[in-house]
T-cell receptor, first 116, second 114 residues
Framework: AQKVTQAQTEISVVEKEDVTLDCVYE???????LFWYKQPPSGELVFLIR??????QNEISGRYSWNFQKSTSSFNFTITASQVVDSAVYFC?????????????FGKGITLSVRP | DAGVIQSPRHEVTEMGQEVTLRCKPI?????LFWYRQTMMRGLELLIY????????DSGMPEDRFSAKMPNASFSTLKIQPSEPRDSAVYFC????????????FGQGTRLTVV
């Protein structure tokens, strides 16, 4: 069975600090996708990134970067120079590509508070 | 495209009443998912459809919950009778092809059962 662990539950930083959100996953499949979603205070879930299990290249998008390491089954998310607008709950999720089921398994989420 | 549209955004109902949540997926998407979010359990998949056919309903908590997708542009999640422990945010999501593509979520329906 697939599982996603986000050990950090709440993180509070001061604006302009860098912050890394950890995500560790478990799966028996060799082919899978990993995701990060953002849930701002307004409540909607916003897709941030998708990576497949064959692509371990790190990705950078503006102030956001992702570090995927299969050796440690981790898919960590770093926000550089955080801003107040980054305050939200961030979810890591896993989707396997084989088997009878087709679904996203979410972690519990990390609540990030960025203080001015 | 307007994205996934859910209605109502907020619902307050009394215990024992029937509740119907509605979802309009993004046009052309083959998959539709219903999720429930609570503080205790996080985001849980309740059921998903492929081409209007329910594929996996193992996440549906009990017989009080039912979901239908009569056509490609509409789905409902019904709770009858509702109980206070059903209070949660219910999300609908849709995606193209299969799980390879990210799911696009609606804004959710916040259900409160008193």
């Amino acid at each position: 069975a697939q599982k996603v662990t986000q050990a950090q539950t709440e993180i509070s930083v001061v604006e302009k600090e860098d912050v890394t959100l950890d995500c560790v996953y478990e799966t028996r499949d060799t082919t899978y996708y990993l995701f990060w979603y953002k849930q701002p205070p307004s409540g909607e879930l916003v897709f941030l990134i998708r990576r497949n299990s064959f692509d371990e290249q790190n990705e950078i998008s503006g102030r956001y970067s992702w570090n995927f390491q299969k050796s440690t089954s981790s898919f960590n998310f770093t926000i550089t120079a955080s801003q107040v607008v980054d305050s939200a709950v961030y979810f890591c999720a896993l989707s396997e590509l084989t088997g009878a089921n087709s679904k996203l398994t979410f972690g519990k989420g990390i609540t990030l508070s960025v203080r001015p | 495209d307007a994205g996934v549209i859910q209605s109502p955004r907020h619902e307050v109902t009394e215990m024992g009443q029937e509740v119907t949540l509605r979802c309009k997926p993004i046009s052309g998407h083959d998959y539709l998912f219903w999720y429930r979010q609570t503080m205790m359990r996080g985001l849980e998949l309740l059921i998903y459809f492929n081409n209007n056919v329910p594929i996996d309903d193992s996440g549906m908590p009990e017989d009080r919950f039912s979901a239908k997708m009569p056509n490609a542009s509409f789905s409902t999640l019904k709770i009858q009778p509702s109980e206070p422990r059903d209070s949660a945010v219910y999300f609908c999501a849709s995606s193209l092809e299969d799980r390879r593509i990210e799911a696009f979520f609606g804004q959710g329906t916040r259900l409160t059962v008193v």
